[in-house]
Protein backbone atom coordinates (compact mmCIF):
# COMPACT_ATOMS: atom_id res chain seq x y z
CA UNK A 1 0.00 0.00 0.00
CA UNK A 2 2.73 2.49 0.74
CA UNK A 3 4.42 1.47 -2.77
CA UNK A 4 0.90 2.39 -4.73
CA UNK A 5 0.61 5.36 -2.06
CA UNK A 6 3.85 6.82 -3.36
CA UNK A 7 3.06 6.58 -7.17
CA UNK A 8 0.38 8.14 -6.30
CA UNK A 9 1.73 11.27 -4.56
CA UNK A 10 4.56 11.21 -7.34
CA UNK A 11 1.76 11.36 -10.01
CA UNK A 12 -0.23 14.40 -8.38
CA UNK A 13 2.93 16.10 -7.93
CA UNK A 14 3.68 15.57 -11.63
CA UNK A 15 0.52 17.02 -12.68
CA UNK A 16 0.46 19.88 -10.67
CA UNK A 17 4.08 20.40 -12.25
CA UNK A 18 2.62 19.91 -15.85
CA UNK A 19 -0.04 22.27 -14.82
CA UNK A 20 2.09 25.30 -13.88
CA UNK A 21 4.03 24.56 -16.89
CA UNK A 22 1.81 24.68 -18.69
CA UNK A 23 -0.28 28.42 -17.53
CA UNK A 24 -0.16 30.91 -19.19
CA UNK A 25 2.24 32.62 -16.92
CA UNK A 26 4.54 29.94 -18.28
CA UNK A 27 3.93 30.50 -21.74
CA UNK A 28 4.24 34.10 -21.53
CA UNK A 29 7.78 33.36 -19.62
CA UNK A 30 8.68 31.01 -22.67
CA UNK A 31 7.84 33.72 -24.89
CA UNK A 32 9.94 36.29 -23.56
CA UNK A 33 12.75 33.83 -23.22
CA UNK A 34 12.69 32.72 -26.93
CA UNK A 35 12.26 36.59 -27.72
CA UNK A 36 15.68 36.95 -26.11
CA UNK A 37 17.20 34.11 -27.54
CA UNK A 38 16.57 35.00 -30.95
CA UNK A 39 17.10 38.26 -31.04
CA UNK A 40 21.17 37.99 -31.49
CA UNK A 41 21.15 35.62 -34.44
CA UNK A 42 18.18 37.89 -35.94
CA UNK A 43 20.56 41.06 -35.60
CA UNK A 44 23.43 38.49 -37.23
CA UNK A 45 20.83 37.80 -39.82
CA UNK A 46 20.36 41.92 -40.34
CA UNK A 47 24.01 42.97 -40.23
CA UNK A 48 24.84 40.26 -42.99
CA UNK A 49 22.87 41.89 -45.31
CA UNK A 50 23.65 45.69 -45.30
CA UNK A 51 26.09 47.70 -46.85
CA UNK A 52 29.68 47.71 -45.49
CA UNK A 53 29.42 51.58 -44.81
CA UNK A 54 25.98 50.68 -42.81
CA UNK A 55 27.10 48.30 -41.31
CA UNK A 56 30.30 50.06 -39.81
CA UNK A 57 28.64 52.72 -38.55
CA UNK A 58 25.64 51.93 -37.14
CA UNK A 59 24.13 49.59 -35.39
CA UNK A 60 21.49 46.99 -37.17
CA UNK A 61 18.40 47.94 -35.59
CA UNK A 62 18.75 51.59 -37.41
CA UNK A 63 17.79 49.31 -40.27
CA UNK A 64 14.25 49.54 -40.06
CA UNK A 65 14.59 53.27 -40.46
CA UNK A 66 16.80 53.24 -43.23
CA UNK A 67 16.45 49.55 -45.03
CA UNK A 68 19.17 48.62 -47.25
CA UNK A 69 19.66 44.81 -48.58
CA UNK A 70 23.34 43.62 -50.45
CA UNK A 71 24.15 40.01 -50.90
CA UNK A 72 27.90 41.29 -52.14
CA UNK A 73 28.94 40.63 -48.31
CA UNK A 74 27.59 36.49 -48.83
CA UNK A 75 29.23 36.44 -52.59
CA UNK A 76 32.51 37.72 -51.32
CA UNK A 77 32.87 35.51 -48.16
CA UNK A 78 31.79 32.50 -50.46
CA UNK A 79 32.92 32.73 -53.53
CA UNK A 80 35.63 35.74 -53.72
CA UNK A 81 38.88 35.53 -54.95
CA UNK A 82 40.83 38.05 -53.25
CA UNK A 83 43.28 37.27 -49.94
CA UNK A 84 40.64 40.03 -47.95
CA UNK A 85 37.49 37.75 -48.92
CA UNK A 86 36.16 34.56 -47.06
CA UNK A 87 36.43 32.19 -49.38
CA UNK A 88 34.00 29.79 -47.23
CA UNK A 89 32.63 27.71 -49.70
CA UNK A 90 35.73 24.85 -49.97
CA UNK A 91 35.95 24.94 -46.00
CA UNK A 92 32.20 24.67 -45.73
CA UNK A 93 32.65 21.07 -48.19
CA UNK A 94 35.30 20.40 -45.55
CA UNK A 95 33.33 20.56 -42.83
CA UNK A 96 30.75 18.22 -44.51
CA UNK A 97 33.29 15.55 -45.21
CA UNK A 98 34.50 15.60 -41.32
CA UNK A 99 30.88 15.96 -39.72
CA UNK A 100 29.31 13.09 -41.96
CA UNK A 101 31.20 10.51 -40.77
CA UNK A 102 31.94 11.31 -37.46
CA UNK A 103 28.27 11.30 -36.80
CA UNK A 104 27.37 7.93 -38.75
CA UNK A 105 30.57 6.09 -37.15
CA UNK A 106 29.67 7.01 -33.16
CA UNK A 107 26.23 6.45 -33.68
CA UNK A 108 26.84 3.13 -35.20
CA UNK A 109 29.53 1.84 -32.63
CA UNK A 110 27.74 2.83 -30.03
CA UNK A 111 24.35 1.47 -30.86
CA UNK A 112 26.19 -2.28 -31.18
CA UNK A 113 27.77 -1.12 -27.42
CA UNK A 114 24.80 -0.10 -25.63
CA UNK A 115 22.67 -2.81 -26.96
CA UNK A 116 25.55 -5.57 -25.92
CA UNK A 117 25.95 -3.62 -22.03
CA UNK A 118 22.16 -3.77 -22.00
CA UNK A 119 20.81 -7.37 -23.32
CA UNK A 120 23.77 -9.60 -23.48
CA UNK A 121 24.74 -10.99 -19.76
CA UNK A 122 28.06 -11.65 -19.64
CA UNK A 123 30.91 -10.72 -17.08
CA UNK A 124 32.42 -7.53 -15.99
CA UNK A 125 29.42 -5.92 -17.90
CA UNK A 126 28.45 -3.33 -15.03
CA UNK A 127 32.18 -2.71 -14.51
CA UNK A 128 32.66 -1.84 -18.42
CA UNK A 129 29.23 0.63 -17.84
CA UNK A 130 31.08 2.38 -14.75
CA UNK A 131 34.03 2.60 -16.94
CA UNK A 132 32.40 4.27 -19.85
CA UNK A 133 30.05 6.21 -17.46
CA UNK A 134 33.45 7.88 -15.74
CA UNK A 135 34.79 8.51 -19.61
CA UNK A 136 32.50 11.32 -19.70
CA UNK A 137 34.22 13.30 -16.96
CA UNK A 138 37.31 12.90 -18.58
CA UNK A 139 38.39 16.49 -20.57
CA UNK A 140 39.23 15.57 -24.27
CA UNK A 141 42.47 17.98 -24.03
CA UNK A 142 43.74 15.29 -21.96
CA UNK A 143 43.62 13.19 -24.64
CA UNK A 144 45.01 15.48 -27.58
CA UNK A 145 48.79 15.02 -26.98
CA UNK A 146 48.85 10.94 -26.71
CA UNK A 147 46.26 10.87 -29.57
CA UNK A 148 48.33 13.24 -31.89
CA UNK A 149 51.51 11.08 -30.94
CA UNK A 150 49.51 7.75 -31.97
CA UNK A 151 48.82 9.27 -35.15
CA UNK A 152 52.31 10.51 -35.75
CA UNK A 153 54.60 8.23 -33.88
CA UNK A 154 52.49 5.00 -33.89
CA UNK A 155 52.96 2.85 -30.16
CA UNK A 156 56.71 1.71 -28.99
CA UNK A 157 56.48 -0.33 -25.96
CA UNK A 158 60.37 -0.81 -24.96
CA UNK A 159 62.12 0.52 -27.95
CA UNK A 160 59.38 -1.61 -30.56
CA UNK A 161 57.10 -0.80 -32.42
CA UNK A 162 54.05 -2.16 -31.83
CA UNK A 163 51.37 -0.01 -34.16
CA UNK A 164 53.44 1.71 -37.06
CA UNK A 165 52.42 5.86 -37.86
CA UNK A 166 50.03 7.12 -39.76
CA UNK A 167 52.29 9.38 -41.85
CA UNK A 168 48.99 10.89 -43.27
CA UNK A 169 49.14 13.73 -45.55
CA UNK A 170 46.54 16.07 -47.28
CA UNK A 171 42.77 14.53 -47.48
CA UNK A 172 43.85 11.46 -46.21
CA UNK A 173 44.34 13.96 -42.99
CA UNK A 174 40.58 13.77 -42.62
CA UNK A 175 40.43 9.91 -41.07
CA UNK A 176 42.76 11.61 -38.20
CA UNK A 177 39.76 13.61 -37.62
CA UNK A 178 36.83 11.10 -38.05
CA UNK A 179 38.86 8.94 -35.57
CA UNK A 180 39.39 11.67 -32.94
CA UNK A 181 35.79 12.28 -32.86
CA UNK A 182 34.34 8.90 -33.06
CA UNK A 183 36.62 8.57 -30.01
CA UNK A 184 35.33 11.21 -28.05
CA UNK A 185 31.79 11.38 -28.92
CA UNK A 186 31.30 7.63 -27.49
CA UNK A 187 31.02 7.38 -24.07
CA UNK A 188 28.19 9.86 -24.09
CA UNK A 189 26.23 8.03 -26.81
CA UNK A 190 26.97 4.31 -25.45
CA UNK A 191 25.63 5.76 -21.74
CA UNK A 192 22.78 7.63 -23.45
CA UNK A 193 21.83 5.17 -26.13
CA UNK A 194 22.34 2.08 -23.18
CA UNK A 195 19.83 3.78 -20.94
CA UNK A 196 17.14 4.41 -23.48
CA UNK A 197 17.40 0.60 -24.96
CA UNK A 198 17.50 -1.00 -20.88
CA UNK A 199 14.16 0.17 -20.63
CA UNK A 200 12.46 -1.31 -23.36
CA UNK A 201 10.04 -4.11 -22.02
CA UNK A 202 12.01 -7.55 -21.64
CA UNK A 203 9.15 -9.41 -22.65
CA UNK A 204 9.39 -8.17 -26.24
CA UNK A 205 13.07 -9.24 -26.16
CA UNK A 206 11.88 -13.09 -25.00
CA UNK A 207 9.36 -13.43 -27.72
CA UNK A 208 11.31 -12.33 -30.06
CA UNK A 209 13.78 -14.74 -28.85
CA UNK A 210 11.14 -17.76 -28.74
CA UNK A 211 10.09 -17.08 -32.38
CA UNK A 212 13.71 -17.88 -33.30
CA UNK A 213 15.23 -14.43 -33.71
CA UNK A 214 19.26 -13.90 -33.07
CA UNK A 215 20.96 -10.80 -31.62
CA UNK A 216 20.65 -9.32 -35.33
CA UNK A 217 17.36 -9.65 -36.18
CA UNK A 218 16.16 -7.75 -32.55
CA UNK A 219 18.71 -5.15 -32.85
CA UNK A 220 17.45 -4.23 -36.70
CA UNK A 221 13.76 -4.88 -36.16
CA UNK A 222 13.34 -4.26 -32.13
CA UNK A 223 15.31 -1.64 -30.88
CA UNK A 224 16.02 0.48 -33.33
CA UNK A 225 12.48 1.27 -33.94
CA UNK A 226 12.17 1.75 -30.70
CA UNK A 227 15.40 3.74 -29.99
CA UNK A 228 14.51 6.59 -32.99
CA UNK A 229 14.56 9.29 -30.60
CA UNK A 230 17.50 8.51 -28.60
CA UNK A 231 19.28 7.82 -31.91
CA UNK A 232 17.94 11.35 -33.26
CA UNK A 233 19.15 13.18 -29.78
CA UNK A 234 22.16 11.96 -30.14
CA UNK A 235 22.77 11.87 -33.56
CA UNK A 236 21.99 15.95 -33.31
CA UNK A 237 24.11 16.29 -30.38
CA UNK A 238 27.17 14.99 -32.55
CA UNK A 239 26.69 17.06 -35.13
CA UNK A 240 26.07 20.52 -33.47
CA UNK A 241 29.33 19.28 -31.41
CA UNK A 242 31.54 18.30 -34.42
CA UNK A 243 30.34 20.93 -36.88
CA UNK A 244 31.02 23.62 -34.22
CA UNK A 245 34.17 22.26 -33.05
CA UNK A 246 37.70 24.35 -33.79
CA UNK A 247 40.46 22.68 -31.90
CA UNK A 248 39.96 19.18 -32.86
CA UNK A 249 39.85 19.79 -36.59
CA UNK A 250 42.44 21.99 -36.27
CA UNK A 251 44.69 19.43 -34.67
CA UNK A 252 44.45 16.42 -36.40
CA UNK A 253 43.09 18.09 -40.46
CA UNK A 254 45.50 21.29 -40.11
CA UNK A 255 44.70 24.98 -41.06
CA UNK A 256 45.40 24.05 -44.41
CA UNK A 257 42.51 25.16 -47.52
CA UNK A 258 42.25 21.73 -48.22
CA UNK A 259 41.62 20.11 -45.02
CA UNK A 260 40.36 22.61 -42.86
CA UNK A 261 36.77 23.53 -41.94
CA UNK A 262 34.88 26.06 -41.54
CA UNK A 263 35.30 27.05 -38.16
CA UNK A 264 39.09 27.58 -38.69
CA UNK A 265 38.35 29.79 -41.41
CA UNK A 266 36.10 32.16 -39.31
CA UNK A 267 38.79 32.27 -36.75
CA UNK A 268 41.53 33.29 -39.43
CA UNK A 269 38.76 36.19 -40.26
CA UNK A 270 38.59 37.55 -37.00
CA UNK A 271 41.96 37.38 -36.18
CA UNK A 272 43.86 38.90 -39.30
CA UNK A 273 40.74 40.95 -41.10
CA UNK A 274 38.74 42.24 -37.76
CA UNK A 275 37.81 45.40 -39.27
CA UNK A 276 35.72 43.40 -41.64
CA UNK A 277 32.53 43.12 -39.80
CA UNK A 278 30.71 42.89 -43.30
CA UNK A 279 32.22 39.56 -44.15
CA UNK A 280 32.51 38.72 -40.07
CA UNK A 281 28.57 38.55 -39.64
CA UNK A 282 28.03 36.87 -42.96
CA UNK A 283 30.42 34.69 -42.86
CA UNK A 284 29.16 33.29 -39.17
CA UNK A 285 25.86 33.17 -40.63
CA UNK A 286 26.66 31.09 -43.30
CA UNK A 287 28.19 28.56 -40.78
CA UNK A 288 25.56 28.62 -38.34
CA UNK A 289 22.58 28.35 -40.92
CA UNK A 290 23.36 24.60 -41.43
CA UNK A 291 23.43 22.83 -37.88
CA UNK A 292 20.41 25.22 -37.11
CA UNK A 293 18.44 23.83 -39.87
CA UNK A 294 19.51 20.06 -38.66
CA UNK A 295 18.62 21.16 -35.05
CA UNK A 296 14.69 22.73 -36.10
CA UNK A 297 14.39 19.73 -38.10
CA UNK A 298 15.06 17.06 -35.62
CA UNK A 299 13.98 19.31 -33.03
CA UNK A 300 11.20 16.95 -31.52
CA UNK A 301 12.82 13.56 -31.78
CA UNK A 302 16.10 15.61 -29.86
CA UNK A 303 14.28 16.13 -27.00
CA UNK A 304 12.07 13.27 -27.08
CA UNK A 305 15.47 11.05 -27.07
CA UNK A 306 17.33 13.17 -23.86
CA UNK A 307 13.96 13.17 -21.89
CA UNK A 308 13.34 9.38 -22.61
CA UNK A 309 17.71 8.38 -21.90
CA UNK A 310 18.30 10.91 -19.96
CA UNK A 311 16.42 9.69 -16.89
CA UNK A 312 15.95 6.03 -15.91
CA UNK A 313 13.51 4.06 -13.80
Known sequence: MSGRGGRAHARAAAARVRRRLSGRGAGVAA?????????????????????????????WWTFFSDPEFTLENYRQVLFGTSSSSGRMAGFLVNSVVITIPSVLLPLALATFAAYALAWLPFRGRDWI????????????????????????????????????????????????????HTCFALPLGVFLLHNFMSEIPGELMEAARVDGAAHGAILRRIVLPLAGPALAAFGVFQFLWVWNDLLVSL????????????????AQMAGTRGNEWQRLTSGAFVSAVIPLAV???????????????????
Open 129 to 180: LVGVFALQIVPLQMALVPLLSFFSRGVEVFGVQMLPAWDLEGPARFVQVWCA
Open 295 to 313: FLAAQRHFVRGLLAGGVKG
Open 31 to 59: IVIAVLWTTPTFGLLLSSLRPEDQIKSTG
Open 251 to 266: IFAGGTAETAPVTVRL
